[in-house]
């Protein structure tokens, strides 16, 4: 099993910056890609960015440029630093793990709350 803590959420104002953290223990060494997703109230919850065991990286269209995401192994924990926030940002980021056992479904945080204030 793997446990994953999310925190570094907030209020901010537009054009602020915030760090969220993803701490995962329990068999993390089953862990391959981890990412961190979103869902706005009414929305359907989307992939912002993720990064596999090698450090390769993806992000949605609308985050690019201003987030970044980065994976310290030895702390076992990803993070998300996010720049230049904008009202649409704000939204409930959840942090995913992705098991390199395809039969064993993805694991999840409990999220936590990001809100930029216009």
């Known amino acids: 099993q793997v446990q994953l803590v999310e925190s570094g959420g907030g209020l901010v104002q537009a054009g602020g910056s915030l760090r969220l953290s993803c701490a995962a223990s329990?068999?993390?060494?089953?862990?391959?890609?981890m990412g961190w997703y979103r869902q706005a109230p009414g929305k359907q919850r989307e992939l912002v960015a993720d990064?596999?065991?090698?450090?390769?990286?993806r992000y949605v269209d609308s985050v690019k440029g201003r987030f970044t995401i980065s994976r310290d192994n030895a702390k076992n924990t990803v993070y998300l630093q996010m720049n230049s926030l904008k009202p649409d940002d704000t939204a409930v980021y959840y942090c995913?793990?992705?098991?390199?056992?395809?039969?064993?479904?993805?694991?999840w945080g409990q999220g936590t709350q990001v809100t930029v204030s216009s």
């Open positions: 329990g068999s993390i060494d089953s862990i391959d890609a």
């Open positions: 990064i596999t065991s090698g450090g390769s990286t």
């Open positions: 995913k793990g992705e098991s390199m056992i395809a039969t064993i479904p993805d694991y």
